[in-house]
């Protein structure tokens, strides 16, 4: 299969340089990512096992491109403009294995192709140009951005899973992307606020209020017609700060590396849809307006 990643940074380089075992990849990245893959093929250390070498194609120009199957891993703010450059391209199918909500949305309003939704829960970090560690083995779980069956799913499936990829093809996206938003909206702004790990979360102060902004969201996805009940929501946020307790969040990152967030496509996202529906989030909202500041403050917005 014709394969392409668009946004290699941490995860997409590990799920593309996996995916290139037996595929045929192209890796869209930064110029110095770029350039090294290119010299050097790209490396995969930590909790990945097979060669740790492999040979993707990289490009920083993500116009023009033919494949089978994009992989989209940008941040949930770049997502529109990924889509105006893959529409310059031929594509039979997207994949977002993105944070937060909407990135579907977005993709299958500009682009012809069919998008499916995917989450991944797989750790990776790009520790330099040209090489990236897996430092957690997870899952990717894919289907139909809507819900059910699709033949385009099972293929993409088992794609994942001859390159070595756990992977789950599920009927039920609509439902597992408002639970990983929960647990999101627990455990990212919280820890990017307070510079502590995952594992914070669960112990007070801070699981007060990472507990409160899952319930919201949990609420706020039965309000969109997605059963997700409170128990089940706490009990995925508290699994996941549990499994990965001494792992710093993406937004935690964000903010140390005084990056832009994803808190819009995120508890920005469930403040958004509350509204709509005629609830309070005050967690939520109060979580957003903090992380929106800090970015102001820092031109970032």
């Known amino acids: 299969m ?40 790209l490396r ?31 941040k949930s703010f770049d997502t529109a403009v990924a889509a105006d450059r ?19 949305t977005t993709l299958a309003t500009q682009l012809e192709a069919p998008v499916l939704a995917g989450t ?27 819900g059910g069956s699709s033949a385009l799913a099972e293929q993409v499936g088992e794609a994942f899973l001859a ?25 990212n702004p919280v820890t990017a606020l307070t510079a502590t790990e995952n594992g914070a979360v669960l112990a007070e102060p801070a699981t007060a209020l990472a507990r409160a902004a899952t319930r919201e969201t949990a609420r706020v996805a039965r309000a969109c017609d997605v059963s997700l009940s409170n128990r089940e929501a706490l009990a995925a946020m508290e699994a996941v700060a549990e499994a990965t307790a001494a792992n710093t969040s993406s937004m ?9 967030t994803e808190i819009d496509a995120i508890n920005g996202y469930v403040v958004e849809r509350a509204a709509k529906n005629g609830l309070e989030v005050p967690t939520n909202r109060t979580l957003t307006a903090l992380i929106r500041t800090w970015e102001r403050g820092r031109g970032l917005r």
């Open 2 to 41: 014709e394969i392409v990643v668009f946004g290699a940074g941490s995860l997409g380089s590990l799920v593309g340089g996996l995916l290139a075992r037996n595929h045929d990849v192209t890796l869209v990245a930064r110029e110095a990512h770029a350039s090294a893959i290119r010299e050097s093929g």
């Open 44 to 74: 995969l250390e930590g909790a990945v096992d097979g060669p740790p070498c492999v040979s993707p194609a990289a490009t920083t120009d993500g116009t023009g491109l033919e494949a089978d199957l994009v992989v989209v891993t940008v």
């Open 86 to 104: 893959l529409a310059t391209g031929s594509i039979e199918a997207v994949l977002s294995l993105q944070n937060g909500m909407g990135n579907e």
């Open 120 to 146: 991944a829960t797989y750790g990776a970090i790009l520790q330099e140009p040209g090489v990236v560690e897996c430092t957690g083995r997870g899952e990717i779980v894919l289907g139909p951005r809507d």
């Open 163 to 187: 390159a070595g990829l756990e992977t789950t093809v599920a009927d039920d996206m609509p439902r597992r992307l408002w639970e990983k938003l929960a647990v999101n909206a627990g455990i």
């Open 252 to 260: 935690a990152q964000d903010v140390v590396a005084e990056q832009r």
